[in-house]
């Protein structure tokens, strides 16, 4: 999948639902879902930010973590979606699809009974 490179505001107010879905998709450590996340279009996010995060969902009790074997190396920490994981990450889920909704509908320029708003001015483009 292509990458494309989105705003750094964007990413880390979307973080937590894409670790928490890539987390959805089975048993993973954290340079997998780092990847899974890369192949998923979201970008490379960097272990600083990853990291962090993946210890704070799992003091929420979002992701259970446990230590299994490495590839040929030391061990890792794995982790696994919670009941309370998978629950927040349904509402966020939702929650997003209804806030890109109103983001979509102000940049169409729609109104909710469908009519197109006055326009003030032009359009500044970069």
């Known amino acids: 999948m292509e990458t494309e490179e989105w705003p750094a505001e964007w990413l880390r107010g979307a973080l937590e639902l894409a670790v928490l879905g890539a987390a959805a998709r089975g048993t993973t450590y954290g340079y ?32 259970e973590a446990h230590w299994g074997p490495g590839d040929g190396g030391p061990g890792r920490k794995y982790y696994d979606l919670t009941a309370a994981g998978a629950d927040r990450l349904a509402t966020l889920a939702e929650t997003w699809r209804r806030f890109a909704a109103r983001i979509c509908d102000l940049t169409e320029g729609t109104t909710d009974n469908g009519s197109q708003p006055e326009r003030r001015g032009r359009a500044r483009r970069h």
Not at 40 to 62: A, S
């Open 32 to 63: 997998q879902l780092a990847s899974r996340l890369a192949d998923g279009g979201i970008g490379q996010i960097k272990g600083g930010t990853l990291y962090p995060l993946l210890g704070r969902l799992e003091r929420d009790g979002l992701l």
